[in-house]
């Protein structure tokens, strides 16, 4: 039989996989009897470990959220992933501050093994710089203030500040919240906005909530059927039901596929030979797209569809009487 300390622990453990136990399946796996289950659970509980009691023809246990915190167990890869979540969401996140503090106190309890190999990891966040006037984080209390609103179905109201410098901020917004999502390093609410009568994106840092919040409301059904559908088919585009890009192309690329894979982002690549690829690849505008696959320093063969040749011979007439000038004047030959 365990020792009391750590059977306990072992138990604790058991008690944290989100199912009920009962008190046969408890004694089965710590080999020990029914008896001595129902006295460790007991003593659990007088460490304030809030676990109830299921009531059912074979009864059981499972450990309930409390009024505070307890100790928690976590097994060595559990306190590793832990760890590395904390450590990524310090650098540079809304909650950095407060997640470098739960990373300190986690580090300070775990065995030198675990602290070993935690601290080996070294991660380095790159914020791209902002812009003028622009705040790239979300503040974690309005991330809290727009989460409550959302589970509660309240209508929300809150000023919305300008993308860009020298524009103006709008009139306060009235809209339904419907989701809190996250889109390369950015938080934004997706919500039906009730002056548009549209479904809308906004960027969270630039929220300012209003109180109090409005009327309870039923929720509508989402475009596309789930939130990332949704998401993905705006940011390309689109109307929220698809997420294909509106315009895609073809073109060949004098270069081998190995070389053109790693920048492809979301396109396909297919090998054609030792220096050639075919790619396929999509794009909000055919412009957007011509000057995407442009980035590529290689000769470019178009396959199609027509609209894709155009927006290349559009894009290389301006490029060429850019080329022409410079800061306004001719840069040709002199006549």
Request: charged share 25%.
């Amino acid at each position: 039989m365990h020792k009391t300390s750590a059977r306990l622990l072992a138990l604790l453990s058991l008690l944290q996989t989100p199912r009920d136990w009962s008190g046969d399946d408890l004694a089965e796996r710590l080999g020990i009897t029914s008896r001595t289950v129902r006295r460790d659970i007991e003593r659990l509980r007088e460490l304030d470990y809030p676990i109830t009691t299921v009531k059912g023809p074979a009864g059981g246990y499972r450990l309930a959220a409390g009024a505070h915190l307890p100790p928690m167990l976590f097994d060595d890869e559990q306190a590793v992933a832990l760890a590395v979540a904390l450590q990524t969401a310090a650098t540079g996140t809304a909650v950095a501050e407060d997640a470098s503090r739960a990373l300190a106190t986690l580090r300070q309890v775990m065995p030198p093994r675990l602290r070993h190999r935690v601290d080996l990891l070294r991660i380095t966040a790159v914020q791209p710089p902002a812009a003028a006037g622009d705040t790239p984080q979300a503040d974690a209390q309005v991330l809290m203030d727009l989460s409550r609103a959302i589970h509660a179905h309240e209508e929300l109201r809150f000023d919305y500040a300008p993308g860009r410098p020298g524009t103006s901020a709008d009139d306060a917004r009235r809209v339904q919240p419907h989701h809190l999502v996250t889109w390369r390093h950015r938080w934004y609410l997706v919500a039906w906005d009730l002056h548009r009568e549209d479904w809308r994106t906004f960027r969270v840092d630039r929220v300012r909530p209003r109180t109090p919040t409005g009327p309870r409301f039923a929720p509508r059904e989402l475009p596309g059927g789930n939130v990332s559908t949704f998401i993905t088919s705006r940011f390309r585009g689109n109307d929220g039901t698809t997420t294909d890009w509106p315009c895609r192309g073809e073109v060949v690329l004098h270069l081998p596929a190995a070389d053109v894979a790693p920048f492809a982002q979301d396109g396909i690549v297919e090998e054609l030979g030792p220096r050639h690829c075919r790619l396929t690849l999509g794009s909000w505008s055919w412009t957007g797209l011509a000057a995407t696959v442009g980035r590529f320093d290689t000769d470019i063969e178009v396959i199609g569809p027509p609209r894709l040749a155009t927006a290349f011979a559009d894009l290389g007439a301006r490029y060429t009487r850019a080329a022409r000038h410079v800061t306004g004047q001719e840069t040709g030959p002199t006549p």
